[in-house]
């Protein structure tokens, strides 16, 4: 993956450096304005349509196009178009894809609900399109991952083009935000943000409560990966989902329930909007 400020990827997203200004030019040809943008679901959902119609933006640029990677967790063929709920574990989204009655098979199936099936990973490009204030992606291909590695590849992608727009390139000079400020992503502070003790990443969970820093002490390695990973999320009170988890520390879904388990009864995390979705217990 190129560093951050390398101005983009290879087939798995990047963006067209230098069409993010968007907009209309006297002159310029349309395909001149287009972009393709790594992004999470969460940017998606967040962006608000400010009039039916609106340019869809993110971190204040406009974008035209975006590839989305995640989970497919429903499939609905329907005459038309084959709807698929995907979750990237910072949100879930229907996606589209229309049915060509001329298509000769395809990796999305064709003119079928075909070879992607619930549970996979897939891979998306379209364009996000908003229907009786719902919003969906219109896809333009989908196809299903094989690599595991790309799911992982895509959100640090994501990152780095969300840290180019809203802290500039490296050695540019821009303003650098700090904490949450206008950061519109799954984290504003990465895995393990502020170094030091693995337990204690960051500020620590519960600050300076001693008490609850000696308990995680004794808990498993793993324990102290997952509770420095959720302190270090901006998930507040609505807490950090077991897939976002496991896309940021890379740990199996087993070694994240048997964590949570251990942070549980040691009193240090809690569930909040569902039992896979935990925060940490503020004294």
């Known amino acids: 993956m190129a560093g951050y400020g390398g101005y983009g990827g290879g087939d798995g997203g990047g963006f067209m450096s230098g069409s993010q200004q968007g907009g209309s030019q006297a002159g310029g040809s349309k395909y001149a304005d287009e972009s393709l943008r790594p992004v999470t679901i969460k940017q998606l959902l967040d962006w608000e349509e400010t ?10 640029h406009p974008v035209t196009q975006v590839t989305i990677v995640g989970q497919v967790r429903s499939v609905k063929p329907q005459p038309t178009n084959i709807t698929y709920r995907i979750d990237d ?54 196809r299903q991952i094989e690599d595991f590695n790309e799911v992982n590849y895509h959100l640090l992608e994501a990152t780095y083009v969300h840290l180019f727009f809203t802290k500039g390139a490296p050695g540019s000079g821009g303003a650098k935000q700090e904490g949450g400020g206008g950061d519109n992503m799954f984290v504003d502070q990465g895995y393990g943000a502020g170094g030091g003790d ?38 507040g009170t609505e807490g950090v989902n077991l897939h ?5 520390t890379r740990m199996s879904v087993r070694d994240i329930t048997n964590a949570a388990d251990e942070l549980l009864g040691q009193g240090i995390i809690y569930t909040t909007q569902d039992d896979e979705t935990w925060a940490i217990l503020d004294y």
């Open 51 to 60: 009039f039916p119609g609106a340019e869809l933006a993110i971190d204040g």
């Open 198 to 235: 693995v337990a204690m990443g960051g500020a620590g969970p519960g600050g300076g409560n001693s008490a609850m820093q000696a308990r995680l002490a004794t808990c498993s390695r793993n324990a102290q990966i997952m509770c420095n990973f959720i302190n270090n999320s901006p998930g």
């Open 89 to 142: 574990g910072t949100g879930a989204i229907d996606v589209k894809k229309w049915v060509d009655s001329e298509a000769q098979g395809g990796e999305d199936g064709g003119s079928g609900a075909g070879a992607i099936a619930p549970d996979a990973f897939v891979r998306v490009w379209g364009r996000l399109k908003s229907l009786g204030g719902k919003k969906h992606v219109s896809a333009n291909f989908i």
């Open 244 to 248: 976002v988890i496991a896309q940021g």
